[in-house]
């Protein structure tokens, strides 16, 4: 999830909060249950998710400007959230990655 644009990452989040919601208990269960066992090779949800927080953490400690760059995606979405993508047919907004992020992957 770190590699990916906030975009992907927004559809991912809202693709497992819909499977999440489906009246499929199995499905259900696989998701949101934290005390089933699985096999070595299948991570649960819950081990994916501590897996990219991890990864964030690492990465937040390693820059040294992190605080500026989460005070400035902050001022970032809350302005785009204000925007009315209504108004402008067919516009979509800009979503890159952060280039300190693409610099800290290579």
């Known amino acids: 999830m770190l590699h990916n644009s906030l975009y ?8 497992v909060a819909q499977l999440a919601c489906y009246p499929q208990p199995l499905l259900r269960s696989f998701l949101l249950n934290t005390n089933m066992v699985f096999q070595p090779s299948v991570k649960s ?16 400690a390693s820059q040294e ?5 989460l005070f400035k995606a902050k001022k970032y979405l809350i302005a ?9 047919p067919g516009a979509v907004p800009a979503l890159r990655r952060s280039d300190s992020l693409a610099k800290a992957t290579n």
């Open 8 to 15: 992907v990452n927004f559809l991912l989040t809202g693709l």
């Open 45 to 60: 949800l819950l081990q994916v998710l501590g897996s990219v927080k991890n990864k964030i953490e690492s990465f937040a």
């Open 80 to 88: 785009r959230g204000k925007l009315d993508w209504s108004d402008v």
């Open 65 to 69: 400007d992190f605080p500026a760059l």
